[in-house]
């Protein structure tokens, strides 16, 4: 089975632009979840969606924002960017039937904001 | 608020010598706690979690509500087992998971 993949790999924007990534789960997985990592603030919780609905949300702005599409793919954007937003965005997929199904993580897509 | 709690930034031990990488957890309810891996140029990975009480790779971890504890155990480190470790919670009935600031183990020859 094909892992998690995440589009783009690297992403470079200025301030105040917004940004757009992407992840596609493993096939039959219908949650997704997305986490920023930092240096400072380490891995934390962004949102979780199942079947196109937002189902979980951590405590971020709302210039943080996603979707999930019908065949489960999501897309993460965040808008006005700020230097802080700087940071690893990993996503992970898992069946989402209960709480503790593995949750598989992507490589992560590398986002510098200058 | 809940918390992970990992004290060692990093962890060195040589080949063969016990290893126990420390969680602490702050949670009022009923805690799914878990362990994950990244090891050089990989992804983060699941590698146990304590509802299965399984021993992966030679790890275990056994959950201590009473000191709010969840430490990962081996008895004997090997070279291999170099990387990044995380503990998880997972709060009940959410689905969002709230990590340690992870530790570093270093396993030397």
């Known amino acids: 089975k094909a892992g998690v993949t995440q589009t783009p790999r690297y992403l470079i924007k200025t301030r105040g632009q917004q940004v757009t990534l992407s992840c596609s789960p493993i096939s039959g997985h219908r949650s997704v979840s997305w986490y920023q990592q930092t240096p400072g603030q380490g891995l934390q919780f962004l949102f979780e969606y199942f079947s196109e609905t937002q189902r979980n949300k951590g405590n971020f702005p709302g210039r943080f924002s996603g979707r999930q599409f019908s065949n489960s793919r999501s897309e993460m954007n965040v808008s006005t960017l700020e230097l802080g937003d700087s940071a690893l965005y990993l996503c992970?997929?898992?069946?989402?039937?209960?709480?503790?199904?593995?949750?598989?993580f992507g490589p992560g897509t590398r986002l510098t904001v200058l | 608020a809940q918390r992970v709690t990992q004290p060692e930034k990093l962890l060195s031990v040589f080949k063969g010598a016990p290893v126990e990488l420390k969680c602490n957890y702050s949670?009022?309810?009923?805690?799914?706690l878990f362990w994950y891996v990244q090891y050089s140029r990989q992804r983060l990975q699941l590698l146990l979690r304590?509802?299965s009480r399984e021993s992966i790779k030679g790890f275990t971890a056994d959950l201590n509500k009473g000191e709010t504890s969840f430490h990962l155990k081996k008895p004997f480190a090997q070279e291999e087992d170099s990387a990044m470790y995380y503990c998880a919670l997972n709060f009940t009935g959410r689905r969002a998971l709230t990590f340690g600031s992870g530790t570093r183990l270093q396993v030397q020859p």
């Open positions: 304590h509802i």
């Open positions: 992970a997929s898992s069946l989402g039937r209960i709480n503790t199904d593995t949750q598989y």
């Open positions: 949670y009022s309810g009923s805690p799914e």
